[in-house]
């Protein structure tokens, strides 16, 4: 997939409403209450190429909620944050998933977007050698640390965390940035570092991998049992959930609800894990069957209504803040962010 992204050069700190281009796949027809915007054609959707959007989207759309409001399902995916950013500046998506940050931020800097669910609930690790668990937190200090996405999710909760057990993260270990986590993953196996903080499914990847490279691999670090040591609350973060553009939530919330119900029906058939699903999720990825057994009991999968969300993003955002307040646009997102479930 090839996308143009305006904010390549740009940046965040350039969006605004009126860089947001018409640009929308719709019928003709509006809807019975005689609302401005029409149902799209296509629903069109976008998710990254992990297992925990790529694992739920291989059934997305096989359960019939969505007929007789859309013609059809068409996915693709986006491989950065800034291909999502264009994605969703130009109105070229219709349903898209995202680092929670990166809707508050787009929200609070005038894109025509609201948050419908989240899905992900935390599922970042860092993943070294053999015995390194035991020493926790403290394995880390001064080795090599590739972090994927430094400025992104996988590399804003970690520094965090080790912020807040009083760590710097430019001192106290060797970190080395990598655009994606696939570069991180062939770091650690190639002896370039010697611990990486990886998502899911990279993390059980890598393990795999390691293993038939001769390498002994553990999970040093779930990062989730963390933040619930820093937190005190749950092992889990609002990572990741799902936007629509805001004329579709406000004229079509009977799409919004089809979308909930088919979303929902494919994380329980995901979590449920039949031999049937995996195998569908490995002939539809590519992932392996072992892979893709030994990833989802950690993806954290949970569709969770964005208003009913709202108290953890909150606390989330907060948090992040602490780090720059730029990373949400600048302060919490009001209100009319959240959509409330209309089923």
Request: proline share 6%.
């Amino acid at each position: 997939m090839k996308r143009r992204s305006l904010l390549a050069l740009a940046g965040l700190g350039l969006l605004t409403p009126a860089a947001l281009a018409a640009c929308s796949s719709t019928t003709d027809s509006k809807d019975s209450s005689g609302s401005g915007s029409a149902l799209p054609d296509a629903l069109r959707v976008h998710t990254p190429t992990t297992l925990a959007y790529a694992a739920p989207m291989a059934l997305f759309g096989t359960y019939g909620n969505l007929d007789g409001i859309v013609g059809d399902v068409q996915k693709d995916n986006w491989n950065t944050t800034d291909v999502l950013k264009s994605l969703l500046v130009n109105e070229e998506t219709d349903l898209a998933a995202t680092p929670s940050y990166v809707a508050a931020n787009l929200f609070n800097k005038g894109v025509a977007l609201r948050l419908i669910a989240m899905q992900v609930w935390g599922m970042l690790y860092v993943i070294g050698p053999s015995g390194s668990s035991e020493q926790g937190l403290e394995a880390l200090r001064g080795k090599t640390v590739g972090v994927p996405m430094p400025n992104d999710m996988p590399g804003l909760v970690f520094r965090y965390l080790l912020e807040q057990n009083g760590w710097d993260i430019d001192s106290d270990l060797s970190k080395t940035p990598y655009n994606e986590g696939q570069d991180a993953l062939n770091a650690l196996l190639t002896g370039e570092v010697e611990y990486a903080v990886l998502p899911e499914h990279a993390a059980s990847l890598s393990l795999t991998k390691g293993k038939q490279q001769g390498l002994s691999l553990e999970r040093t670090l779930n990062l989730q049992d963390l933040w619930a040591e820093v937190t005190g609350g749950e092992a889990r973060f609002p990572m990741a959930g799902l936007v629509m553009p805001q004329t579709l939530t406000d004229d079509h919330p009977e799409l919004v609800g089809a979308v909930l119900n088919e979303l929902e029906a494919a994380v329980a058939d995901v979590n449920g894990q039949t031999d049937e699903t995996v195998q569908t999720i490995s002939d539809t990825t590519g992932v392996p069957v072992p892979v893709v057994k030994e990833t989802i009991p950690r993806l954290q999968l949970k569709i969770v209504a964005a208003t009913d969300a709202r108290g953890e993003l909150e606390d989330f955002y907060t948090r992040m803040s602490t780090l720059d307040p730029d990373i949400i646009g600048g302060s919490l997102p009001a209100e009319d962010f959240y959509v409330a479930d209309p089923r």
